[in-house]
């Protein structure tokens, strides 16, 4: 099993950027796919990035392509979300997810077996 720890959340002016970290507990971090999600009030959970256990393997939702760069290091058991060019339809809690059910990045939030508690972004205008 894996436990993990969002932080870096925070208030910021559109334009602005935030590095989102999630801290993974465990052993075998290196063999878990790992995701970004993000929950505005009253919507659904959605898919924000995510990156395979093969780092090389990365997928991004079509509104953040170009300003979010998801990365890993397997070392310090961490995932990070670089956020740039924020707008105000970023505002959301934040969700780190992992899986061992694939090597490669995966956009399905069914896939993920595993979150945390979430961290909160608010952009404002």
């Known amino acids: 099993q894996v436990q993990l720890v969002e932080s870096g959340g925070g208030l910021v002016q559109a334009g602005g950027s935030l590095r989102l970290s999630c801290a993974a507990s465990g052993r075998t971090f290196s063999s878990y796919a790992m995701g970004w999600f993000r929950q505005a009030p009253g919507k659904e959970r959605e898919f924000v990035a995510s990156i395979g256990a093969i780092a090389i393997s990365t997928s991004y939702a079509d509104s953040v392509k170009g300003r979010f760069t998801i990365s890993r290091d397997n070392a310090k058991a961490t995932v990070y979300l670089q956020m740039n060019s924020l707008k105000p339809d970023d505002t959301a809690v934040y969700y780190c997810?992992?899986?061992?059910?694939?090597?490669?990045?995966?956009?399905?939030?069914?896939?993920?077996?595993?979150w945390g508690q979430g961290t909160q972004v608010t952009v404002s205008s």
């Open positions: 997810a992992a899986t061992r059910g694939t090597l490669y990045s995966t956009r399905t939030r069914g896939d993920y077996g595993y």
